[in-house]
């Protein structure tokens, strides 16, 4: 009875559409018309599901240091809560399509919503690591169906000809939540520390179950989806682009040649990988069509959006780290979030609003040319920079973020559909891993050159300093005066002031180092938007030539 119950709650409803409302990919939701009130419903739940989706991961990514000492765990364990989540997300992505195409999208929902929610509520008793862990792996996989459900959600809340529009909407409210969880979260930690995040994590799923079950999406048509080796390809894939996001959300923090497990994950990940796509370049009905995601035109599109992401990591890692730094913490950064978030609504609103299918390139192009001129600017930090600073170029860099997203994800399924809906499999696992990995590699790729920058510049630092130089000896003596109420030994605050002047130097070495950080973004978002530029201009003069070609014959 129970069974029969519950097999009910999630079968999907029988509606019956005109031809032009269906469905043109199997497991997506037809698109039929909705009075006024259930279109502001939906939307409603997009902006929840959405949101619901992002904040989880936001508010542990951004709270790591002060997590680490309320659970208890050390640099390493906390740096496992973010990287788990990228690992179960990415992964999960490649299955949750077939599934939704063979059984609906509504079941997934429903049963990993419903393990996110028992796993945090379960982890509200149990401090512990391992406890950690699998919330933010249930959490990787819901907020997989979650931004789905987002997008489809959109896409019922707005009119038909508006559904690109919705699209890009839909897929750019998840990104609001990082700036979300910097505003608020403090807030939640100063109550009862790790516990009231994980209260507020659990209401978010806990409304998200019951808004999606009381309001459902059209029912999407359904067939027969998965094969046998779908699930040899899931394993291997899902299990190599899991490994290779431990090793690049884990390299930075254990340090690359210090870790033997680093190796031996990239001794496994790589051939694993292989393995899948020798499998996928084989079949006759390929969950991952090699032979188009080797093409030429989606190599590009993969270097450009990995690119993106990796700059857009300025926001995330750099000038984050930089205001830390220099004594900056959560409770200082509220109108800096303000901001951010403000500029990543309009960077949605304005590409929804410009939107041009037969330009899609262009405003990433755009995007990608505002980071450059904004990490630039920053590259003039000083250790007087707070805040107020990075104002207006946290601001671009937060609205070219939202603004290159819809546009980048519309580009890759247009081509997708062009060679058929088969293809749209694969353009949403690589669009996903593209977006997952490019995070982690930024932040990657951007801490390891900051730490080798701040070696270098701190040793260069230190070797000019001479005790004998009166300068140095006139600042050791200041030091040493600015403790000498509490210092009475003379020998014991000369120290103290040496200690002093070194934590100087190694402020300063930072600064340094993160302005080194700035241009290297700078300068490879300037790659990528003269790459970008080179791209159009020849498609330009290709259907120029193609055109006179015409002409004349």
Not at 72 to 100: C, H, Q
Not at 274 to 290: D, G, K, V, W
Request: with cysteine.
């Amino acid at each position: 009875m129970l069974a029969a119950r519950i097999r009910r709650f999630l079968t999907e409803e029988d509606w019956t559409f005109a031809p032009h409302e269906r469905a043109m990919i199997p497991g997506s939701p037809a698109s039929p018309e909705h009075p006024r009130r259930r279109q502001i419903a939906y939307g409603a739940i997009a902006v929840l599901v959405g949101l619901t989706g992002g904040l989880g991961n936001a508010m542990i990514s951004v709270n790591t240091t002060q997590l680490q000492g309320s659970l208890g765990l050390d640099p390493a364990e906390i740096a496992w809560l973010p990287t788990v989540y990228v690992m179960t997300n990415t992964s999960i992505n490649l299955l949750l399509i077939k599934f939704r195409q063979q059984y609906g999208l509504r079941p997934f929902t429903m049963i990993f919503l419903g393990l996110y929610a028992l796993l945090t509520f379960g982890h509200l008793f149990v401090r512990d690591f391992w406890s950690a862990i699998a919330v933010r792996a249930a959490s990787g996989m819901a907020g997989a169906a979650l931004s789905s459900l987002s997008l489809y959600y959109m896409m019922q809340a707005l009119p038909a000809k508006w559904r690109l529009k919705a699209v890009v909407v839909g897929i750019g409210i998840p990104q609001c939540a990082i700036p979300l969880a910097r505003l608020f979260s403090p807030d939640l930690l100063s109550m009862s520390q790790w516990r009231t995040l994980y209260l507020f994590e659990l209401g978010l799923a806990l409304l998200s179950l019951a808004a999606v079950s009381l309001l459902r999406l059209p029912p999407a048509e359904r067939k027969p989806a998965f094969e046998r080796l779908d699930f040899v390809t899931f394993i291997l894939f899902g299990g190599s682009v899991a490994l290779f996001a431990a090793v690049l959300g884990e390299g930075r923090i254990v340090w690359w040649t210090q870790a033997p497990w680093i190796g031996w994950a990239l001794v496994v990940a790589i051939p694993m990988f292989a393995a899948a796509l020798a499998i996928e370049h084989n079949r006759a009905n390929p969950l991952l069509n090699t032979r188009w995601l080797g093409s030429a035109d989606i190599v590009r599109f993969a270097i450009v959006t990995i690119m993106a992401r990796i700059v857009l990591s300025e926001q995330t890692f750099a000038a984050v780290g930089l205001l830390t730094t220099l004594g900056q913490n959560n409770d200082q950064f509220g109108t800096l979030f303000v901001i951010i978030l403000l500029a990543s609504i309009a960077g949605v609103v304005a590409s929804a609003v410009t939107l041009d299918v037969q330009k899609l390139a262009h405003p990433v192009m755009l995007a990608i040319g505002m980071v450059a001129v904004a990490s630039f600017i920053d590259s003039f930090s000083t250790s007087l920079t707070r805040a107020p600073q990075f104002y207006v170029t946290q601001a671009v860099i937060a609205f070219a973020g939202t603004f290159f997203l819809g546009p980048s994800l519309l580009f890759g399924m247009t081509r997708a559909l062009q060679q058929g809906a088969g293809h749209i499999i694969s353009f949403i696992a690589l669009f996903g891993m593209l977006n997952a990995i490019g995070g982690l590699g930024g932040s990657a790729l951007l801490g390891t050159y900051q730490t080798i920058q701040e070696k270098t510049h701190s040793a260069a630092i230190v070797q000019s300093i001479s005790p004998t130089d009166p300068i140095v000896a006139a600042r050791i003596a200041a030091g040493g005066a600015a403790v000498g109420r509490v210092v009475g030994d003379p020998a014991l605050r000369t120290a103290e002031g040496g200690a002093l002047l070194a934590q100087t130097a190694t402020r300063e070495a930072n600064v340094l180092a993160y302005n080194d950080t700035f241009r290297l973004i700078a300068v490879l978002a300037a790659l990528t938007t003269a790459y970008l530029a080179f791209l159009l201009i020849r498609r330009g003069w290709r259907e120029r030539r193609a055109a006179l070609s015409e002409a004349t014959t």
